[in-house]
């Protein structure tokens, strides 16, 4: 994992050599609201060092959605309160093994023992586990994942995207049929993303491109729901074949019924 870099006042990212995920801290008054922290067993410690030796205390989490590389967690962390959609928590709960066996044999029982232990949180989070100066509205959705959720900061205009807004990820809709669900998502996204500074996606880099990727990403999924070529250029990355084959898969079962 690299350095904690500010891509805006007290936001800090680090990003992992696992798929580029990417771990967001908000931080003010040396109180911290920690997004999404991963990925391997060294990255965690790495990342729980870094905090401690900069005086930061973590004061709350929150999990973006429950897939196993955005349910982790740290003891150096802190037994504060982490939070996810209720959706996403009624996941993280019935599928905990599911995520615990996907993060693969030898995984320390330190880490395992806090997978996934999230509790769900309606509107907005409450105000003991934020820092000041951050008021983060949610953005909720099915699109990626049931109950996926972007954290919007309007002061700092940030939008921390969850596992959308890649710029080196197609979208991937949850199969086996939520593309309607996805572009939903894009569009519930589409206000923040005009006004947005910053986007920090869930893999890949922060940058000042947000509403460009948005766009991206719906003429894709356009191209895909028409059975047409797409040159989008992230095709070319890494496993990105696979995810083209899978959302094709999903768009030509819905031509068929």
Known sequence: MRELDEVAPGVLVATSREQQTTSTVLVAGGDALLIDPSWTPDE?????????????????????????????WHPGFGSVPRWASPAAARQARRERQTAIAALGPGFPDR?????GLV????????????????????????GHAPGHTALWLPEQR????????SDVELPLPFEPDDIPSYLEG????????????VVIPGHGSPGPDALARLEADRAYLDDVLNARPSSDPRLGNPGMD????????IAAGRRRT
Request: aromatic share 2%; hydrophobic share 50%; charged share 25%.
């Open 44 to 72: 965690l410690d790495g990342l729980a060092a870094e905090l401690q030796s900069r005086g930061i205390r973590v004061v709350g989490g929150f999990s973006t959605h429950a897939h196993h590389d955005h349910l982790l």
């Open 111 to 115: 880490l395992v023992d806090l997978v």
């Open 119 to 142: 509790r769900p949180v309606g509107a907005e989070l409450p105000r003991a586990s934020v820092p000041r100066g951050f008021h983060p509205r949610l953005i909720i959705h099915d």
């Open 158 to 165: 940030v939008l921390i995207a969850g596992d959308m807004l």
């Open 186 to 197: 894009l569009d519930l996204l589409a206000d923040a993303a005009a006004r947005a500074a």
């Open 242 to 249: 696979d995810v083209d084959e899978s959302v094709r898969r």
